[in-house]
């Protein structure tokens, strides 16, 4: 994880420059530039794989084919400070909201395949208390299935609801932990915060590694809706953030 982090560091310097490109599209572009949304967002791929396809076998996440109003609401809360990753915010914070929903919904249009799940360490004990906690959850602790609000295959729910499949163990237990520790927060009342913190240290453990186990199903695509309602309120499922209802920048 260190190596990774560091060669972020590296990236920031040149993409603190790519980033004011982002800002300025059409005055940085040079003669022969496409001024596409998919040459534009050029910059965010040097992280998230090209298309925003990264594969689980690092930190960086997966950004192609999620929920748009999931990926809208995550760029405006690394920009307003309820998710915390410097880089990342450095990138979000000169954008308005219209241009973020605008590269939102450009990665959430993109239909790619998915790569392998990469080899997880893990015990089968741990393997199975992780899918139990997937698809049933655990009563004793409070905590819901994560299927009843992720979608029965865990490919998310439209229009606010991530996937948690094709994503790294490290990016998972990370925002797992993230959450437990209020560095990660979304809109009120977030129930990943509660949870999260149901959950202790090595059932967060055996949840990321079952997940990062599971390959996708033949149809990726989040779901359009859930056949039960969510098990607790959740302000961030059903409505994305609307910048004018929020006063957010034009
Ligand atoms: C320097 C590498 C880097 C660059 C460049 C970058 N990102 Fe990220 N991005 C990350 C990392 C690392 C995370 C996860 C941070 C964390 O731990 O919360 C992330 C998280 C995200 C997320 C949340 C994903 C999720 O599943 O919750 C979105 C959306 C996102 N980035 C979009 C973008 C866009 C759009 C751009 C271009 C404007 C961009 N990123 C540029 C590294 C980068
Ligand atoms: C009550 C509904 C609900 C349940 C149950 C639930 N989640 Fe979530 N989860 C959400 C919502 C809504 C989001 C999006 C939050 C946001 O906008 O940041 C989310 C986001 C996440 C993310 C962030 C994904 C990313 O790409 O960064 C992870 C990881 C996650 N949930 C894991 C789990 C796990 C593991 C379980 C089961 C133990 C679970 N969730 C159960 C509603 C739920």
Sequence with gaps: ?????SRCRLLGTLLSALASCLALPTLAAPPAFEDTIAQRTLACTACHG?????????????????PAGYLYNQLLHFRDGRRSYRLMTHMVEPLSDSYLHEMAEHFAALDLPYSAPSPVA???????????????????????????????????????????????????????????????RAHAPDCM?????????????AVSGWLASQPLPANPKPARALPAPLPMECGSADAPSSSAAKGGRP
């Design 122 to 184: 893990a015990t089968a004990q741990e393997l199975q208390r992780g899918k139990q906690l997937a698809l049933r959850g655990d009563a004793t602790r409070q905590v819901p299935a994560c299927v009843q609000c992720h979608g029965t295959a865990l490919t998310g729910v439209q229009p606010g609801t991530p996937g948690l499949l094709g994503l790294p163990r490290d990016y998972l237990n990370s925002q797992l932990g993230a959450w437990r520790s209020g560095q990660r």
């Design 50 to 66: 090209a298309q925003g396809r990264a594969a689980p076998d690092g930190y960086y996440p997966r950004i192609a084919g999620k």
């Design 1 to 5: 994880m260190f190596r990774t982090f």
């Design 193 to 205: 915060a509660s949870i999260a913190q149901r959950l202790n240290d090595s059932d967060v453990s």
